[in-house]
């Protein structure tokens, strides 16, 4: 299993965007992807899930992890899913343009 942290106390260098796409891309190689999201502003976890899915998890945190843990069910979305509303996010191809 190989890990990878992206670490930097300084604000606005792009840690979060950084993550995402390395998630993305790495996924689309087939990979496995597991990004964890510690950030209190829980941006990373906003791009990776659609809004009804957040509120879900504040509704019903613990039981719906539980739950999809027990039947081994991936998640509903993966990075770089269409987002369905003005928050759409794309994620740069492999040469560098949106």
Not at 7 to 26: C, E, P, Q, R
Not at 68 to 81: D, F, H, I, V, Y
Not at 85 to 90: G, K, Q, S
Request: charged letters at 30%.
């Amino acid at each position: 299993m190989t890990s990878i942290a992206l670490f930097n106390n300084k604000g606005g260098v792009g840690k979060t965007t950084l993550s995402y796409h390395l998630a993305h891309m790495i996924r689309r190689l087939g990979l496995t992807v597991l990004a964890v999201d510690l950030d209190p502003q829980a941006n990373l976890t906003s791009m990776c899930l659609e809004e009804t899915e957040i509120e879900e998890l504040w509704e019903n945190g613990s039981e719906l992890i539980d739950e999809r843990a027990r039947s081994g069910r991936p998640a509903r979305r993966r990075p770089g899913a269409q987002r369905p509303d003005h928050r759409r996010r794309r994620p740069a191809d492999p040469g560098g343009h949106r």
